[in-house]
Every structure is written in C-alpha cells, then in structure tokens.
C-alpha cells in the first residue's frame, strides 16, 4: 500500500514527479469540461478532526475533478464526540469499502499510526498532522515557487536548485514550516527561518536550513518569502510576543517588501491573520501568491491521488511511484 504521509519520504525525483503530473492536472482546469475518469468506482473519505477551510475543499475538488465518489468526515456532529477512537472510526470507514483517506487530525502522528497500523488497507494522505507534517501544503508552494521563479514550461523535469527561500514567523507549531524546508531541501533550494527566539523549535540546529531572526537582512537575498500565520491556539501567553512586537519585528508590510528583489515574490499557506503578520497592502498586491497557492492545491492533490489510486486511464506518462 502506498501512503503519503510526509514530505520527508519524497526523494527529489518522486516530488519533481508530482510536479510535473500536477502541471498536468492543471490543464485539466483550463478545459470547459474539468474532469478527468480516472479514478471512476474508487472511494475517498476526507476525514477531518481539525477545522480546515482549503485542504478540505481543495481535495474535495480534485477528487471529484478525477470522477472519485467522495465521502466527507468532520470529527464535529460524529460519534468522535461520543469517545469513538480513531481506530474505530477508521475501521468503520474501511467497512465501507473505502480506497484512500484523506486526514487531518490535532496529533502528530495520527496519519503515520492509521498507515501503519493494519487498521485499514486504504491509501492514507496526511492533510496536516498536529505540528509535524502537510505535505501537500509544501508541493503546492513548490508547485507555486517553480511555476513563478522557473516557469510553467521551463520549470517541467526541473527542481528549485539555488533559489533562496524565506520563512518568516511561527515555525514551532508549524508543521508547513517543516514540511516546506524538508521538501525544498530535497529540491535543492536554500531555506532561511525567520522567527523569535521563543517560537524556534528545539533541535531546529539539525534541521537542513539557516536560522536568523532578523527579517530585515535577509529580505534583499530572497525569491520567495513565505509568511506564517501564527497559531495562537497552538501555544501559551509566553511563547509569544506583543502583537505589536511582533507585527513590528516579523510582520511584512509595503517597506519591507520593497526591500525584496523585483522578481521575489510573497507566500501564504492561509488563514492569514491581516495586520500582525502581513498587512493588507501585501495579501493584496500582485507579488503576494496567496490565491494561486490555493488554485495550485487542486492540481498537487489530483496528481497525488493519480499517482497513489492509480487508474484504468492515464491521465500523464509516469514510470513509478512518487511515494511509498
Ligand atoms: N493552508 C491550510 O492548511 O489551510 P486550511 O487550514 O484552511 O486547510
């Protein structure tokens, strides 16, 4: 059975792979008609124990842009709130003849110990787990990342060597933040964290990347820079800093980004919170990625669920697996 459950499995080749299938996918989006019936008679459950506005939505349109039948779980309204375990619920869903599943759950781990754990014979994705892993998240910015600073056509069979990538903000509890410098790592690009000294992970040192916690000189170094929101439910008063410290020392506004090279361009995972982390000026401009990012999503999960379902016609050329 093949998962994807984070974006450290993927070797450079398995996400180059995905990439390229999503460029795919997204012609698929252009056509008047936006389906695909590759993934005709198979069933994909989204099973959501944590609020999500665009990876829910987002995978339910591709799935259905690949003709799947779609089933949605959210842990609010189900018997979750009764004290039924993970493992039941899962199992209960398996009884249904389900193919993939699609989850996002408050533990990290969660999705590794349902892909592991003989519970179920389902493909499983992980759609965020706790703090540790979304790894479509990091495909969708590298998707994004490539198409603006290599090219759409350019960019096919191509990686991100070189290219110089900011992450400003909560990179404690963010596990886009993990997910993005493993995956851009493995693509050869060049990470710099951002962050105040109480929202750093411990062992961040070991992590494939730079740490700084000055914004402001590393912006003229960047193609991209990527916001985080930060997650307040997430984390005690301590951890964090006044919102106007904060917002005054990491947020990104109309002069700090006119300090970013004119190619470079502003990311956002959303939800954004506007003001602290990034002004309105920003989110709005033209240089601010945070709409296309979410347009991207549906072609990473239409190329992840091709690549992981398979199907009886293919949609692209591909000689294996992206992920195991
Ligand atoms: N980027 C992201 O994961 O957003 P949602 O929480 O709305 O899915």
Redesign the pocket.
């Known amino acids: 059975q093949r998962h994807l459950i984070s974006a450290a499995d993927l070797t450079r080749d398995d996400a180059v792979l995905i990439l390229d299938t999503a460029e795919e996918m997204a012609r698929v989006a252009d056509r008047p008609i936006k389906k695909l019936p590759t993934l005709r008679g198979r069933t994909v459950v989204n099973l959501f124990f944590e ?6 939505i987002s995978f339910e349109a591709a799935e259905k842009r690949l003709s799947a039948d779609v089933i949605n779980f959210t842990a609010k309204g189900s018997s979750v709130s009764k004290g039924e375990s993970l493992k039941d619920t899962a199992q209960t869903l398996e009884a249904m003849g389900v193919d993939a599943v699609v989850i996002r759950h408050g533990a990290s781990g969660a999705p590794y110990r349902l892909a592991t754990s003989g519970w179920i014979d389902a493909a499983v994705i992980n759609a ?1 787990d706790g703090t540790h892993q ?1 790894p479509t ?1 990091a495909l969708l910015d590298a998707f994004t990342m490539r198409r603006r600073l290599v090219g759409r056509d350019a960019g096919i069979g191509q990686d991100l060597s070189g290219k110089r990538i900011t992450i400003v903000g909560d990179v404690l509890h963010s596990r ?1 933040a993990r997910s993005n410098v493993d995956l851009l790592h493995t693509l050869g690009a060049e990470v710099t964290l951002v962050a105040p000294p109480t929202l750093v992970p411990v062992g961040v040192e070991s992590w494939p990347c730079e740490i700084s916690y000055d914004l402001d000189s590393t912006l003229s170094k960047s193609d991209a820079v990527m916001m985080l929101r930060v997650q307040r439910e997430r984390m005690n008063a301590a951890f964090f800093p006044t919102e106007r410290e904060y917002s005054r020392r990491y947020g990104l506004d109309g002069d700090r980004m006119a300090k970013m090279p004119e190619h470079a361009i502003v990311m956002h ?3 954004m919170v506007r003001g602290m982390e990034i002004t309105a000026e920003v989110a709005d401009s033209g240089r601010c990625t945070v709409v296309e990012q979410v347009a991207n999503g549906v072609s990473i999960r239409m190329a992840v669920l091709y690549l992981l379902l398979g199907g009886n016609e293919p949609a692209v050329t591909h000689t294996r697996p992206p992920v195991s």
């Open positions: 609020d999500s506005t665009r990876t829910r965020g979304h998240q886009v995972p959303g939800p």
